[in-house]
Nanobody, 114 residues
């Protein structure tokens, strides 16, 4: 099993920034895909951003131009830099990785106040 430990969530005012971090442990194989999902109250979990081991990124339309995903393969860590945050970004954010199977982090709350 791959364990994912997240950090960086919290409360921020609209227009502010946060950086989420997720460190993976428990595997020695290369992690093909890492990413972030979020689930707002009363809504389905949705993909926010993902990044492959080769650096290919993908973003939800709602966060393009504001969020940036990156990874440090040596540290098995993925980051999500969130700028120009909006109240609509308020959600529980979940780290995800795929190595032939999927693993999820515990989730971290991001709250953006107006």
């Amino acid at each position: 099993q791959v364990q994912l430990v997240e950090s960086g969530g919290g409360l921020v005012q609209a227009g502010g920034s946060l950086r989420l971090s997720c460190a993976a442990s428990g595997t020695i194989v290369s992690i093909y895909l890492m990413g972030w999902y979020r689930q707002a109250l009363g809504k389905q979990r949705e993909l926010v951003a993902s990044i492959t081991s080769g650096g290919t990124t993908n973003y939800a339309d709602s966060v393009k131009g504001r969020f940036t995903i990156s990874r440090d393969n040596a540290k098995n860590t993925v980051y999500l830099q969130m700028n120009s945050l909006k109240p609509e970004d308020t959600a529980v954010y979940y780290c995800y990785c795929y190595v032939g199977f999927g693993s999820w982090g515990q989730g971290t709350q991001v709250t953006v106040s107006s």
